[in-house]
């Protein structure tokens, strides 16, 4: 596999000369491939190479939706810390204006990787930022995505057996979806309420003996 990566960066040395590469072809390929590549030693540093060529083509924004695409692929492979790896390069290229609903796609994911990978206070604090980013958005579809972001966080106090923080936000995630009282956010939300409400809390906190 050393040889493929070798030919790989000698391609990608080639290709900063030939403006018309189509390099984003050629990252939807190793998308595909990361079942084969695994975790092998080069992949990081050769993507970081890949998504700067990339960066210089498309820009930013577009960098990060195959950024993001491979993410969810690490997701589905149940590769968390992969996913978590290049949803913070997400982070990156995405906290910008016209990409703030794409950031807020790509933080909840993130928040359920580390909720997944057992690292509830990690979970809550990407679930909150986005819940802040929400709040002073003037984007409404950032705005609307409040709710979504603070069940993530209760999703996240529940997992931690925290009882007091579960109800306090539990409250505040009810208030914010009341407030926005638009379908989208019923459509959002609805899930999650069935959810939570449909288990008990996992700390005995809030359990009569």
């Known amino acids: 596999m050393d040889a493929g990566f070798d030919y790989w960066d000698a391609m990608l040395a080639q290709s900063e000369r030939t403006p018309l590469f189509p390099i984003a072809d050629f990252a939807d390929f190793i998308r595909k491939s990361l079942p084969v590549l695994g975790r092998h030693s080069r992949l990081p540093s050769f993507l970081e190479k890949m998504d700067a060529l990339l960066a210089r083509q498309g820009g930013n924004e577009a960098v990060g939706e195959k950024i993001f695409e491979r993410a969810l692929a690490y997701y589905e492979a149940d590769d968390l810390l992969s996913a978590v790896r290049e949803l913070h390069r997400v982070q990156l290229k995405w906290f910008s204006g016209d990409a703030m609903?794409?950031?807020?796609?790509?933080?909840?994911?993130?928040?359920?990787?580390?909720?997944?990978?057992?690292?509830?206070?990690?979970?809550?604090?990407?679930?909150?930022?986005?819940?802040l980013n929400a709040q002073y958005s003037t984007e409404p579809e950032v705005a609307h995505s409040l709710p979504e972001m603070l069940f993530a966080a209760v999703d996240a106090e529940d997992a931690a057996g925290n009882s007091l923080g579960f109800l306090q936000l539990f409250l505040v995630a009810i208030a914010a979806h009341v407030s926005l009282n638009t379908i989208r956010s019923i459509l959002r939300s609805i899930r999650t309420f069935r959810r939570i409400l449909g288990r008990p809390p996992r700390s005995g906190a809030l359990r009569y003996e």
């Open 101 to 131: 609903p794409k950031f807020q796609r790509a933080m909840w994911l993130l928040s359920k990787c580390y909720l997944e990978l057992q690292m509830p206070f990690a979970a809550k604090y990407q679930a909150l930022a986005a819940a």
